[in-house]
Structure formats: structure tokens, C-alpha cells
């Protein structure tokens, strides 16, 4: 599968850390930065992973800031994107399997590596099977204003 990856400065070295563990298990990665730790404001890499899912370059992608609240805020604004912040491995299983999240969000200032490459670990071995389908079409209508 290919992975887009991005985070902001606060994230940078957890996301270094993903980065070499999604390509381990087997997974062609792009990665969006920061590629350094440099101040980096994170609505510019959230959105641009997730223009990369929109657009088809990339199946699912991984955000990381320091809560991975304001990379799902940002990614969630972009039409037909679904981010879901996940801080353990059932959240993180669930907002593929429940949601068809494209996108996992995770905050560096939160948890840890092991944790956090468990979490990719649940997130990409799965596969949406669209039991949830009637409820992702009304997240979609409401994106849409067609819930009014």
C-alpha cells in the first residue's frame, strides 16, 4: 500500500520513527516533512496529505503533531477526507474498520513510539469492509449540507 506521512515540528521525530516502521512492514511511503525539526506549521503538511489521498497518489496516509488534533481538524476540512485521531490500538483498528478513515492522526506530545507504531500496525492491517457504510454516506451528506 502506499502511505503519505506528514507532521509539524512537534512531531517530527515520532514521525521519522513511523516512517522507517510503515516501510518495514512493507509499505511504499511518501513523505510530506517536516524533514527537519524546523518550525513547520501543520495545516500546510496536513493538507497536502491529504490532497495526496484526494488525488489518488496515496491509499491512506499518517499525521503526526503534538496532539494530532489540529492535523485532523485541517485534513477533515478537505472534501471526501476522513481523519480520525488515535492514541491506542483499538481507536486506531476502529477508525479504519467503523469509519474508513483515510487518514490516522496521532499527537507526538501524547504517546510514545512503541505505541504509536502499534497503532499504524492496526491501522493499515485492516481493511474497510463497509459494515458502517449507511453511517460513512450520512458523514458524507453532511459534508455535502444534504442532511438539512
Not at 485541517?74 to 474498520?97: C, F, M, P, W
Not at 483515510?102 to 505505541?115: H, P, R
Request: glycine fraction near 10%; aromatic fraction near 4%.
Amino acid at each position: 500500500m502506499k502511505i503519505a506521512i506528514g507532521a509539524d515540528h512537534n512531531g517530527y521525530e515520532l514521525k521519522e520513527a513511523v516512517k522507517a516502521h510503515v516501510e518495514q512492514l512493507g509499505h511504499e511511503v511518501e513523505d510530506f516533512g517536516c524533514h527537519q525539526c524546523a518550525e513547520t506549521d501543520y495545516p500546510d503538511v496536513a493538507a497536502e496529505v491529504g490532497k495526496s489521498i484526494q488525488q489518488g497518489q496515496n491509499e491512506r496516509g499518517i499525521l503526526i503533531c503534538g496532539t494530532g488534533i489540529g492535523v485532523a481538524i485541517t485534513a477533515n476540512k478537505l472534501k471526501g477526507i476522513r481523519a480520525a485521531v488515535a492514541h491506542d490500538y483499538y481507536s486506531a483498528e476502529r477508525a479504519q474498520l467503523s469509519n474508513n478513515a483515510q487518514i490516522l492522526t496521532m499527537g507526538a506530545q501524547i504517546i510514545g513510539i512503541e505505541v504509536a507504531k502499534k497503532n499504524v500496525e492496526a491501522y493499515l492491517n485492516v481493511a474497510w469492509e463497509g459494515g458502517s457504510q449507511r453511517k460513512v454516506d450520512k458523514i458524507d451528506q453532511v459534508e455535502n449540507n444534504e442532511s438539512n
